[in-house]
Each structure stands twice: as structure tokens, then as C-alpha cells.
């Protein structure tokens, strides 16, 4: 059985930095991705990566997060930073055992998520 455990949310000003992370256990894990959801909006795509390395990113974060992962550890991680309001959510990570070339996939393609951290981003 897959399990996805997410940490590091909290509350942060305007500006401010968080490091979320996603440890998964069970499965060797392939394609990995970061979601958020705001109240009244849909799930959106934070950030995806390859068993490989590769990344994409949604386009409001941009040149503001990083999405990187260690592969021995079965881990992830989303480094945010210049983090406005408008990034308050419940951030979801997501995996897969398959893997993928290219880092954007399906949201349907992936098998396994974890509970959500909240993250509000406010003075």
C-alpha cells in the first residue's frame, strides 16, 4: 500500500518562503507533481517531476517555486518563495509508479495522494 505523507505547511507574510515535503512509502515511486486547491476553485497544477529529474511548472509559480526529489529517499519537496496571497491553499502531492518522459502528465494519470498541507500566505 502507497502512503504520501505532506509537512511543511504553515503561515507565512507576503514575501515569505516555505519548503513543503512528500515522503512516500510502499513503492518505489515514479512521477511525482504538487497540486493546490483554494477554497471555491478547482485543483490546479503546482509542479511535476520526472523519476528522471525533469520539471514543469504551472504558470503562476513560475520562476517562484522549485520542485526537486531524491529518488533514494522516495521523498519530494516544493521550495516556495516570494510567496503572495493568492498561493493560500491546501497543497496536495501526488505519485505514481509508472514513469513518465516528459514531466507534465494527465492529472487523471496519477494513482496515489496525500492528506494536503495548508499553506496561507498572509500579513
Known amino acids: 500500500q502507497v502512503q504520501l505523507v505532506e509537512s511543511g505547511g504553515g503561515l507565512v507574510q507576503p514575501g515569505g518562503s516555505l519548503r513543503l515535503s512528500c515522503v512516500a512509502s510502499?513503492?518505489?515511486?515514479?512521477?511525482m507533481g504538487w497540486y493546490r486547491q483554494a477554497p471555491g476553485k478547482q485543483r490546479e497544477l503546482v509542479a511535476t517531476i520526472t523519476s528522471g529529474g525533469l520539471t514543469d511548472y504551472g504558470d503562476s509559480v513560475k520562476d517562484r517555486f522549485t520542485i526537486s526529489r531524491d529518488n533514494a529517499k522516495n521523498t519530494a519537496w516544493l521550495q516556495m518563495s516570494s510567496l503572495r496571497p493568492e498561493d493560500t491553499a491546501v497543497y496536495y502531492c501526488g505519485a505514481t509508479l509508472r514513469r513518465y518522459p516528459s514531466p507534465r502528465i494527465r492529472y487523471s494519470a496519477y494513482d496515489y495522494w496525500g492528506q494536503g498541507t495548508q499553506v496561507t500566505v498572509s500579513s
Open positions: 510502499g513503492a518505489s515511486i515514479g512521477h
